[in-house]
Each structure stands twice: as C-alpha cells, then as structure tokens.
C-alpha cells in the first residue's frame, strides 16, 4: 500500500511509473541487465537518452533551436551557471525577487555580477507577486531572472513577464510540466527532476540557441552549457537511471493527455484544497488569491501548539511529509502532477475531521 505523499522534493512518482520501474529494474528489454548497468557509451542508452530527449520535445511543442541539456547538478549550481554562461562580458543582470529560492539565487549570482533587484515582495513578507508595472528593468542588463513558482512560500506566476530584448532566464523546478508553458518567451528555462520530472540526481537546462556561446574563461567545464550541448550531455557519465526514469514519466504524461490534461487535473486538485483552506478558521493559507500555487499549498493552523499533533496523526493516516519548510514553520502540502485526488480528498476529509476534534 501506497501512502499519500505530499513532499516537496524528492516527491512523489506516479505509481504506474514505479510498477514499470521495478518490472524493468532487473532486465531492462531483455538485455539481461539492469539500466544502471548499461553503459552510457552503449547504443542502449544512447537511444534512451534520444527518445527521452524527444519525448520531452513533444510535449513542450519544443521548436527546434531550442536546446536541451541534462546536467547532473541540481537546480542550485545553475545559480552559478548562468552568470559563468550567460554573462558574456556584461557585468550587469536583474533579478526578482519573490521568495526563497528567487533570493538564493541572488545571492549566488553576486559573486559574478552586479545584481540590480528590478522587483521585490520581501516587504509582503512573499505573499503576493509584485506587479510587472512596479519592476525597474534595466535595459542593459544579460539577462533577467526569476522563479516562476515558489516552492516554499507558495506563490506561482501565472503570467509570463514582457522584458522586452534582454534574455528571460526562469527557475521552473516546482511547476515545471504542470500545465502548457510557452518556452519561446524565454531564453533560458531550468529545472531540478526531483519534484515533477523524476528521482533526484538531475536538472535540465533548456537554452536558446543563440545564447548557447562558451563559457567565462575559468569556468569548470562541467559548467559549460555550451560544451555539455556539443557533448550531448555527456562530458561525462550522466545520471543514466535518473534520466530513464524521467522518461518514464514523460511517456506517462503523454499517455494521459499531455499538459493540457495535467492542468486540468492539477487545477482541480488546487482548487479542492484553497476552498476548504479558505471556509475554514481553523487553517489558514497566506498567499494573494491570484498568486497562489497550483503545486505547493502552505498553511498554518491557527493553534501552531498543535502542529506535532496535527504531523503524527496525519501519519498514522497515510498522509505523509506535510510539514512546512524549515523558514515558514506550519504544512505544505505539495500536490504535483503525480498526486492523484484522491490524496488531495484524503487530505482534506483528515483535516476536516482533525478541526471538528482539536478546533
Ligand atoms: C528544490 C528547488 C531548488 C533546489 O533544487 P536542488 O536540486 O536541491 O538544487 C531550486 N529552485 C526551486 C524553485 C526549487 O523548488
């Protein structure tokens, strides 16, 4: 039996992906071997490689000078990279700031660059996006970059920023496949596998062709976009099971209606829980109605005394790792693509039945 599980990454997978993983996990095809086994110079891989390549392509109507790279670093080191990468000479970029990791960002970006904070809601205390109108872009910037969902405050864009010429770089990592995102408004989209792509070890970069030029000198070739691109991601052994199982997930989500579908089932999902968060005084969500994320949902409980309780018996009921990020304190309750309704109908008769005990 399968527990309900609402971590924010590493995050739960889609249980049909699992039962494949583990039918295959011995004798991938036939060969006799696992596909961690293979090696990742093999015909094999590299046509896993390939048709996950082109799977993800397909589903992103991904145009083709648009790049993808699969890197072995997590989201964080693009933080690095895409000064080392992206910078190309300038000395200037603009970051926003909306939350935890959008800051973490900036703060690993000011070892390279001029960082110019163009928008900021860290006087909402992140709860509401700031305005495009109130951004103060500088034309001559490299690049922008922002998060396009805040995986710990629980605030997503539903809109994608104009910033005219200059390049707009987005952190997806936690909404990433969620619903029909339009790649060619930007120049440069990443994200890390582990909250809707697939287990832990990998992040993919997806980079428009022309931005795609050599590195800063110095940079540690890993680093290097560019030289990744021309060794097809594989400067040297790439996470080979990690980006099987991705694949996996790929196909999943083409099976079941692409992200078209995706969306409606994780819209739904979103609203069952808003609208029970938002009839109840006993719990409480923080977030601008507008703003609010399809994939993370934190919330407090108006009596934080009681939110070991509330952790243990959610537990012992099937519902797992709902506890709050370390700097928010309270719950999350992260409901990615794979989190069928059910979870999200389980969460919320448990939460009902804990306010009508403890409220
Ligand atoms: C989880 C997360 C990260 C960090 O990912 P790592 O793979 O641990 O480096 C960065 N950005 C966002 C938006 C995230 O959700």
Known sequence: MRAFNFSAGPATLPTEVMLEVQEQLLNWQNSGMSVMELSHRSPEFAGILNETELDLRDIL???DHYRIIF???GASAHWDMIPLNLLQGNHQ?????????SYRAIEEGRRYCNINIAASNRIDH???LPDRAEWRLN????????CSNETIDGLEFFWTPDVGNVPLVVDMSSHFLSRPMDITKFGMVYAGAQKNIGPAGLSLAIIREDLLKPAAPGTPFLMDYHGQFHAHSMLNTPPTFTIWVAGLVFKWIKRNGGLTQMAVRNAEKARLLYDFLDKSAFYRNSV???DRSLMNVPFHLREPALDEVFLKEAELSGLKQLRGHRVVGGMRASIYNAMPIEGVQALINFMADFERRYG
């Open 61 to 63: 109507a991904l145009p």
């Open 71 to 73: 890197c072995q670093e």
């Open 93 to 101: 970029a603009d970051y926003i700031e909306t939350g935890y990791w």
């Open 126 to 128: 992140f709860s509401a």
């Open 139 to 146: 034309p001559k910037a490299a690049y922008v970059h922002y």
């Open 288 to 290: 601008k109605v507008q």
